[in-house]
């Protein structure tokens, strides 16, 4: 029978019904008004009815991947830094809402659970899937089973310390890898250089409007020239490089699967990654290493989702 794939994100969540192979029948998107857990339950489970409807096939399963960071088995959802969230106990409250089991994990399990079943991993039994969007995430298959850890929260790539005591991160720590390389924080550095002043050619691209910057912007201004921005984006591309480099060295995938907002729509940047992954990977973790683009875009999550209910 067909499972519902949730896909829970800062601002909108998405439904699906998914069959069995992990192909979409039918989906829903809808903005959260009220970001308070009670409100996206209701929100999510209306989006769900959405798709259901429209599929018009029973479902006996959900799965929900959401940005944050999930404790094993209880469907609480610790931290998730853009819903404002601590300690919400999610799978419990979706659960009473629908009616069925509900199974909660990290957006980029689900994403990689996706990628291995009906993407990019199809065939791979060890997978190592680096995703650098608004943050930086990762998830580990090995044995072709999805590395979960003791506490659910394995493969938090992005909240790896990259500098001691360095810039504050969205979990509330600091020096962590995303406080440099996600995409919502090379916006905030940027802006940061816009706002000193000293980049001109960041004030020309921009026109002096900081809303316009994007993770292409800062690209687009260290590709030009600006010494600031090239030390910007240089410092991102060397931290994701080494983070996954030294992930290589130690999991020893045999295939490496990247994707994201900002790896997808920054070249430059991808170009560096892989260059430093290739460079500092041990070269017997690396031998054998297939690298391959995610496949399924913004479709992974929400395929893994409700695969994994499987
Ligand atoms: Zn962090």
Redesign the pocket.
């Known amino acids: 029978m067909p499972t519902l794939g949730i896909d829970l994100g800062g601002t909108f969540a998405r439904a699906a019904v998914v069959d069995g192979k992990g192909v979409i029948l039918a989906s829903a998107k809808v903005a959260l008004q009220d970001r308070k857990p009670q409100g996206v339950v209701e929100t999510i489970a209306q989006a769900a009815e959405q798709a259901v409807k429209e599929a018009g096939v029973k479902v006996d399963g959900c799965g929900v991947g959401a940005a944050g960071q999930i404790h094993k088995d209880s469907g609480v959802i610790s931290v998730a830094p853009n819903l404002g969230w601590r300690d919400v106990p999610f799978g419990q409250l979706l659960t009473k809402r629908l009616g069925f089991a509900v199974k909660v994990v990290n957006d980029l399990s689900a994403a990689a659970w996706g990628e291995l079943h009906a993407g990019a991993g199809r065939g791979a039994q060890d997978i190592l899937v680096a995703f650098v969007g608004s943050g930086v995430g990762s998830a580990i298959i090995a044995d072709g089973r999805l590395v979960t850890g003791g506490g659910g929260v394995a493969g938090e790539l ?2 790896i310390k990259v500098v001691p005591g360095g810039r504050l ?3 509330g ?1 600091h020096g ?1 890898l ?2 440099y390389a996600g995409g919502h924080n090379l916006i905030a550095q940027t802006k940061e250089l816009l706002a000193s002043g000293s980049s001109r050619i960041l004030e020309q691209l921009t026109n002096d409007d900081p809303d316009t910057i994007t993770p292409v912007t800062l690209e687009t201004a260290a590709d030009a020239g600006d010494v600031k921005a090239k030390e910007i984006h240089s410092r991102a591309a060397q931290f994701l490089a080494l983070a996954v480099a030294n992930y290589v060295t130690v999991l020893n995938p045999s295939r490496l699967v990247v994707g994201g907002g900002v790896l997808m729509h920054c070249p430059g940047m991808k170009r560096q990654v892989l260059d430093g992954v290739q460079q500092w990977s041990s070269r017997v973790s690396r031998e054998g290493l297939l690298i391959a683009d995610a496949e399924l875009g913004d479709d992974s999550g929400i395929i893994g989702a409700a695969l994994l209910v499987k």
């Open positions: 992005g909240h991160c969205g979990c720590e962590c995303e406080a």
